[in-house]
Nanobody, 121 residues
Framework: QVQVVESGGGLAQAGGSLRLSCAVSGSFFSLDDMGWYRQAAGKQRELVARISSGGRTDYADAVKGRFTISRDNAKNAVYLQMNSLKPEDTAVYYC???????????????WGQGTQVTVSS
């Protein structure tokens, strides 16, 4: 059974840093794009950053220059280094992975359970 598990959230002061980790475990055929989304209270979930299996990255304008996404294909893991944090970065952060469970199956997006990031001013 495939699982997507995040870790690394918590509390930080404005200007500080946090690093999120996400690992995909279980049996599957292939793992393509991985990414991070966030959802602040009362707002819709939004893309933070994505990275392809080949390392191509895409960032939301709000985090460009402050956040860095990376992945370790050998570990089926993706990371989000968050620097220069702002109070408006406060949200639940979700890991997202494009997984094909078997060779004859189509791929689908799997979500982690989310990890809270709170930035105090």
């Amino acid at each position: 059974q495939v699982q997507v598990v995040e870790s690394g959230g918590g509390l930080a002061q404005a200007g500080g840093s946090l690093r999120l980790s996400c690992a995909v475990s279980g049996s599957f055929f292939s793992l393509d794009d991985m990414g991070w989304y966030r959802q602040a209270a009362g707002k819709q979930r939004e893309l933070v950053a994505r990275i392809s299996s080949g390392g191509r990255t895409d960032y939301a304008d709000a985090v460009k220059g402050r956040f860095t996404i990376s992945r370790d294909n050998a570990k089926n893991a993706v990371y989000l280094q968050m620097n220069s944090l702002k109070p408006e970065d406060t949200a639940v952060y979700y890991c997202n992975a494009d997984i094909r469970p078997a060779a004859t199956w189509g791929s689908a997006y799997w979500w982690g359970q989310g990890t809270q990031v709170t930035v105090s001013s």
